[in-house]
């Protein structure tokens, strides 16, 4: 039975041909293979000194925004702090993000604490990103099982686009014009959702907990930025605060997968084809590193989960060369290209509500 896979001819669709159309049956041996490979260079070792770093200058980030707030009255000198304090938000979640992984502690205790504390400090839910972010790496763009690409406002398929009624349909027929505006709301996305899904939810572990520590960081957080700021720039402060973090994690979250091929109809490649064909790496130094707090390299996060951020760029040339000689497909590509690559395979999905190309019926096999 082949996958059913699909992507904009102008983006990394050009790979499909390489993919076999369903799980290679050499695919677990495959990466067990590269996997001990990995190991026996020491790669997936702990690193408690970047962390203990990483920990420190995030908390920094944030401490030098509050003291910034409680020292100055300017509206455009808070505007600007509400940029540092959505940089702060990005590092401290980027910190969970790594911990919801067990890459920072060899304990499962110590990383579930370290998780707990970025649910307070940022104000999402624990459980929501477990449940949504797991979902996502066992099996990523998966149209009927990953959820960062079922989308109220977006389609990545012509299953999904047809299947938009109203408003939404207006917004998906025109998606690669309506993306970056839609961005400008994703920080109050992120809170609505995760707040939701906790009051949703019944058989959360840790619920009260959970929800004390949302209720907690609300709290405190309108409590400080409106005793410390007059009214008005509280007001300001706290939507450009939402406005810029929001865009921050959307410009993250985008590039490591739209745009790469879709894997439909609930059928699936092996292991270690899915996670390599359907995420995408971004080229840089430094800079990238932290912006994207090590999620440009994407393909080797994907597939290995656990390793801690800053080994990810030695993994990098041995899963490259890994891939060449298996021919698998690795896409890498800078940051404005991979703009061009979303936008392009937005605008070519909707191109079925307007009529400009016909549905897909059939799909590339190898």
Sequence with gaps: MASTLSAAPSTPSLFLSNIPSGPNPLGKQEYT????LVKQRGLLDK?????????????GLMAASLAIMATFGSLWVQLLNAVLMSVAFAQIAYLGHDSGHQQMFSSLRKNDAMLMAV???????????????????????????????????????????????????????????FLFPLMLFEGFSLRTDSTSYLLRRKNIKYMALELFAVVAHLTAYCAIVFYLLDPWVA????????????????????????GMPIIDDGRRLDFLRQQVVTARSIKGGRLTEFYYGGLNYQIEHHLFPTMSRNQLKNVRPIVQEFCAAHSIPYHETGVIRSWKEILASLHYTSGALRGKRPQQTTTPEA
């Design 33 to 36: 293979e590269l996997y001990q």
């Design 47 to 59: 690193q408690p000194r970047f962390y203990t770093y990483k920990i420190v200058s995030s908390l």
């Design 119 to 177: 649910n307070f400090l940022t104000g999402l839910d624990r459980s929501w990103w477990i449940d949504k972010h797991h979902r996502h790496h066992r099996r990523p763009n998966d149209a009927t099982f990953d959820l960062d690409i079922n989308l109220p406002f977006f389609a990545f398929t012509d299953g999904q686009a047809t299947g938009k009624s109203g408003l939404l349909r207006f917004v998906v027929k025109y998606q690669a014009f």
């Design 235 to 258: 007001v300001s402060f706290l939507i450009v605060h939402h406005v810029v973090w929001g865009v921050y994690m959307a410009t993250v979250f985008a590039p490591n997968h739209k």
